[in-house]
């Protein structure tokens, strides 16, 4: 059973009148947003929300900026934000985006820094900025319960190694380790992952399915959503290659519900609470 998320403030109230309205150019500062009881002006990408995000769900009142890489401006100047959240991946457009209002990047993948720290740094800085350092004290008490609650859950367990993969096509995934926020989160878990290679600094690499053999014997692989192709699992069983892999010889594969890879501290405690429960399925 999960824990459940309990909180005192609303997540979709909108930003006070002396805060104006707030956009996010990134999911995971989006996210934060909500967690701290302050709903955004406006995301990039709204429409992607519920396939990439699901968890917390986006208010219908968000207006849609379009991609990072194709920003609306007409849509942003038309919004009148005080402030716009953005990070160093988007420094390119913060000139032209300082034209239609303030903008503060905060900077999380990037540096070799640790994602899940780096979160819950920018969360309390976030927490100062909108004027909700008490929904952010309170909002990460919560988080370290849940991380203490699925580690305990977890110790009860004999836990296998796990890989987590995003499956490219039939030949390639995305692996994940290092210093991505899965991998923080697995810390603070208790669980091992089988994946020790080297990863970039944005927790991830992508490897051939022929390098998954490398693998501890025992590992248990655990595949993100979305599957594209919807059929790309029924293709990987038709493959020989697949059935040569140990995890997949011995039926030690599960898919789970998708999990932001880029986001920070809300989807850390998703993906510890979806972790936590396949494992208890497994024992």
């Given at each position: 059973?999960?824990?459940?998320?309990?909180?005192?403030?609303?997540?979709?109230r909108?930003?006070?009148?002396?805060?104006?309205?707030?956009?996010?150019?990134?999911?995971?500062l989006?996210?934060?947003?909500?967690?701290?009881?302050?709903?955004?002006?406006?995301?990039?990408?709204?429409?992607?929300?519920?396939?990439?995000?699901?968890?917390?769900?986006?208010?219908?009142?968000?207006?849609?900026?379009?991609?990072?890489?194709?920003?609306?401006?007409?849509?942003?100047?038309?919004?009148?934000?005080s402030?716009?959240?953005?990070?160093?991946?988007?420094?390119?457009?913060?000139?032209?985006?300082?034209t239609?209002?303030?903008?503060?990047?905060?900077d999380?993948?990037?540096?070799?820094?640790?994602?899940?720290?780096?979160?819950?740094?920018?969360?309390?800085?976030?927490?100062?900025?909108?004027?909700?350092?008490?929904?952010?004290?309170?909002?990460?008490?919560?988080?370290?319960?849940?991380?203490?609650?699925?580690?305990?859950?977890?110790?009860?367990?004999?836990?296998?190694?796990?890989?987590?993969?995003?499956l490219?096509?039939?030949?390639?995934?995305?692996?994940?380790?290092?210093?991505?926020?899965?991998?923080?989160?697995?810390?603070?878990?208790?669980?091992?992952?089988?994946w020790?290679?080297?990863?970039?600094?944005?927790?991830?690499?992508?490897?051939?399915?022929?390098?998954?053999?490398?693998?501890?014997?025992?590992?248990?692989?655990?595949?993100?959503?979305?599957?594209?192709?919807?059929?790309?699992?029924?293709?990987?069983?038709?493959?020989?290659?697949?059935?040569?892999?140990?995890?997949?010889?011995?039926?030690?594969?599960?898919?789970?519900?998708?999990?932001?890879?880029?986001?920070?501290?809300?989807?850390?405690?998703?993906?510890?609470?979806?972790?936590?429960?396949?494992?208890?399925?497994?024992?």
């Amino acid at each position: 059973m999960t824990l459940a998320l309990t909180m005192p403030w609303s997540i979709s109230r909108p930003a006070q009148a002396d805060e104006g309205g707030i956009v996010s150019l990134d999911y995971g500062l989006a996210s934060t947003m909500l967690m701290l009881g302050v709903t955004p002006a406006a995301v990039v990408a709204r429409a992607d929300w519920q396939q990439w995000v699901v968890d917390p769900p986006m208010p219908e009142s968000v207006a849609d900026l379009g991609t990072a890489t194709e920003i609306n401006l007409e849509v942003l100047a038309r919004l009148k934000p005080s402030l716009i959240l953005s990070t160093p991946f988007l420094a390119a457009s913060r000139s032209q985006l300082e034209t239609i209002a303030p903008v503060r990047e905060v900077d999380i993948y990037g540096g070799g820094r640790e994602a899940l720290p780096a979160s819950i740094v920018a969360t309390r800085d976030l927490g100062k900025l909108l004027r909700r350092e008490s929904q952010a004290t309170a909002f990460l008490a919560h988080a370290e319960a849940n991380f203490a609650d699925c580690n305990r859950r977890i110790a009860e367990l004999s836990a296998p190694p796990v890989a987590l993969v995003t499956l490219m096509d039939e030949r390639h995934v995305r692996i994940y380790g290092g210093s991505g926020l899965y991998q923080g989160t697995l810390d603070r878990l208790g669980v091992k992952n089988a994946w020790q290679a080297e990863t970039n600094f944005w927790g991830f690499q992508t490897i051939t399915i022929e390098q998954l053999i490398s693998l501890p014997e025992n590992t248990h692989l655990m595949i993100f959503e979305p599957l594209t192709p919807p059929d790309i699992l029924q293709r990987l069983d038709d493959s020989p290659l697949w059935h040569e892999l140990p995890f997949a010889r011995a039926g030690r594969v599960s898919v789970l519900p998708g999990v932001l890879m880029f986001g920070m501290v809300r989807e850390a405690i998703r993906f510890a609470e979806l972790l936590t429960d396949r494992l208890e399925q497994l024992a």
